[in-house]
């Protein structure tokens, strides 16, 4: 397994921009595929954006397509999320996930490694 733990998180106004990073260490972090998914209160997880092992694919929720831009470091072993044009509706605790020689899925299955997470919180 790989340890993941996030950063970035915070408090935000509508409009605004906040980047995440997701920190990974104890495996070979270009063996997984990246995720974010994100969890606001009374609501499933869902997925954010992907990226590949090599990071030349991604893939995006349409909600927050053109808005949020998914990248990754293999040399410095961190996945992040640039988050702009932030709305209300994006308030939700973020989870960097890991997928051990996978794709860019957006289902939460294939994903065996989970951060504990960093709210998100855009005010209007």
């Known amino acids: 397994q790989v340890q993941l733990v996030e950063s970035g998180g915070g408090l935000v106004q509508a409009g605004g921009s906040l980047r995440l990073s997701c920190a990974a260490s104890?495996?070979?972090?270009?063996?997984?595929?990246m995720g974010w998914f994100r969890q606001a209160p009374g609501k499933e997880r869902e997925f954010v954006a992907s990226i590949n092992r090599n990071g030349d694919r991604t893939n995006y929720a349409n909600s927050v397509k053109g808005r949020f831009t998914i990248s990754r470091d293999n040399g410095k072993n961190t996945v992040y999320l640039q988050m702009n044009s932030l709305k209300p509706e994006d308030t939700a605790v973020y989870y960097c996930?890991?997928?051990?020689?996978?794709?860019?899925?957006?289902?939460?299955?294939?994903?065996?490694?989970w951060g504990k997470g960093t709210q998100v919180t855009v005010s209007s």
């Open positions: 996930a890991g997928n051990f020689l996978g794709g860019i899925e957006s289902s939460t299955k294939p994903y065996g490694s």
């Open positions: 104890g495996r070979t972090f270009s063996n997984y595929a």
